[in-house]
C-alpha cells in the first residue's frame, strides 16, 4: 500500500512540467556552471596598480548591500585578485555568508574600531575560497556607533586601522556598511577612494539616494577629498516587469557611466546561498545570480585596469 503510493507520487513528479524541479537538478546545475565557465575565457583579470578600498553603501536596507559585497569579493579572488572584505554591519550578515565562526568572545572590527585591535589579527581566511578574507563583524558592533562618539577622530578610526595595516599584498578591500549614515558608515567613506551604490530595481529605489548623495559629498569635502561614488550597481532586476526596466533606465540617465553594464536578476539561488554559509558563486556557480555577480565582478576589475595610470 504505501510502496504504490510513494510509486504514485515519483511518477506525479516525474511527469509534472515543472520548472522549478528541472532548475533544481544536479546535472542541470552542472550543466550551467560549465556553460559559464566555457564563457569565461579570462580566468586571471587585471590587478589593480594598489589596494582599490571600496565602500559598498545605501543607507536603505535590503538593496543588496551584503549581498553584493560577498559575491563580488568571491569573484574577484576566484580570479586571482586577493581581496579582504571588512564587515561594517552590526547584524554581521557578510560574516555569516562568508562562512565566519563567531561566539560570545570573537574579537571583530568592533575591537579594531573602538579597541584599537590591528586589522591583521582579525583578519580570517574565507574557508573553500583562496585569496579572500573577512574582518567579522559581532553585535557588540551596535553599539559602536555610540561609543565612538566620544573617541579622538571618531570619523577616521578605520583609516587610521588601514593605515597601520600593510596592504601591498592586497587588490582590493570591499566594506559593508550598515543600512544608516552614522558614524559607522562615514567611517567606511573616510577609509575608502570609491563608493559603490547597490541600487535594487524597485519603485522606492531612488527615494532617499539625495541624502546619501550629500553624505558623499559632505564627507568628500571636510573629511576625505580622494572619495569618488565610482560605481552604481543595479540589483534584484526582475526582467518581468515594466518598472524594472524604468528603474534601471532613470539610474543609467542620472549616473550615466558609472552604472554597470550588467544588471543583477532576481535569483532564488543568490538568496539561498548564506544559508549555507556561502557566496552564491560557490553555492552555484552556473545559476544567473553566480554568473551576472562575475560579469559585474569582471567590469569592476576591468576599471580598475583603465584607471591604473591615476594609482601609481
Ligand atoms: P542589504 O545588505 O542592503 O540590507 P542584502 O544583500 O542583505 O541587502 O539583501 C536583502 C535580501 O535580499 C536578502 O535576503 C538577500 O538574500 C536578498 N537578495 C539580495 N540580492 C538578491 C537577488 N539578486 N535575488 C534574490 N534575492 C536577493
Ligand atoms: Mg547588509
Not at 10 to 23: G, K, L, Q, R, Y
Not at 227 to 239: F, N, P, Q, R, V
Request: glycine content about 6%; hydrophobic content about 40%; some cysteine.
Amino acid at each position: 500500500m504505501t510502496a504504490e503510493v510513494s510509486r504514485e507520487t515519483d511518477v506525479d513528479v516525474i511527469s509534472a512540467p515543472d520548472a522549478e524541479v528541472e532548475f533544481d537538478t544536479p546535472i542541470a546545475r552542472a550543466a550551467r556552471a560549465a556553460m559559464s565557465v566555457r564563457g569565461q575565457g579570462d580566468t586571471s583579470w587585471p590587478r589593480p596598480g594598489k589596494c582599490r578600498v571600496i565602500s559598498v553603501a545605501n543607507q536603505k536596507g535590503g538593496v543588496g548591500k551584503t549581498t553584493s559585497t560577498v559575491n563580488l569579493a568571491a569573484s574577484l579572488a576566484m580570479h586571482g585578485n586577493r581581496v579582504l572584505v571588512v564587515d561594517l554591519d552590526p547584524q554581521g550578515n557578510a560574516s555569516t555568508a562568508l562562512g565566519m565562526e563567531r561566539d560570545a568572545d570573537s574579537r571583530s572590527i568592533y575591537h579594531c574600531l573602538v579597541e584599537d585591535e590591528e586589522i591583521r589579527d582579525l583578519a580570517h581566511a574565507v574557508p573553500d575560497i583562496d585569496n579572500l578574507w573577512c574582518v567579522p563583524a559581532t553585535i557588540d558592533l551596535a553599539g559602536a556607533e555610540i561609543e565612538l562618539v566620544s573617541l579622538v577622530a571618531r570619523e577616521s578610526r578605520l583609516k587610521r586601522a588601514f593605515s597601520a595595516y600593510d596592504s601591498s599584498e592586497l587588490d582590493y578591500i570591499l566594506i559593508d556598511c550598515p543600512p544608516s549614515l552614522g558614524l559607522l558608515t562615514v567611517n567606511a567613506m573616510v577609509a575608502c577612494e570609491e563608493v559603490l551604490i547597490p541600487i535594487q530595481c524597485e519603485y522606492y529605489a531612488l527615494e532617499g539616494l539625495g541624502q546619501l548623495l550629500r553624505n558623499v559629498e559632505l564627507v568628500k569635502s571636510h573629511l576625505n577629498p580622494a572619495m569618488e561614488i565610482s560605481t552604481i550597481l543595479l540589483t534584484m532586476y526582475d526582467g518581468r516587469t515594466r518598472l524594472a526596466s524604468q528603474v534601471a533606465d532613470e539610474v543609467r540617465g542620472h549616473f550615466g557611466d558609472l552604472v554597470l553594464k550588467t544588471l543583477v536578476p532576481r535569483s532564488v539561488r543568490v538568496s539561498e546561498a548564506p544559508s549555507y554559509g556561502q557566496s552564491v558563486m560557490t553555492y552555484d556557480p552556473g545559476s544567473t545570480g553566480a554568473v551576472s555577480y562575475m560579469e559585474a565582478a569582471r567590469e569592476i576589475a576591468h576599471r580598475a585596469k583603465m584607471g591604473a595610470g591615476n594609482r601609481s
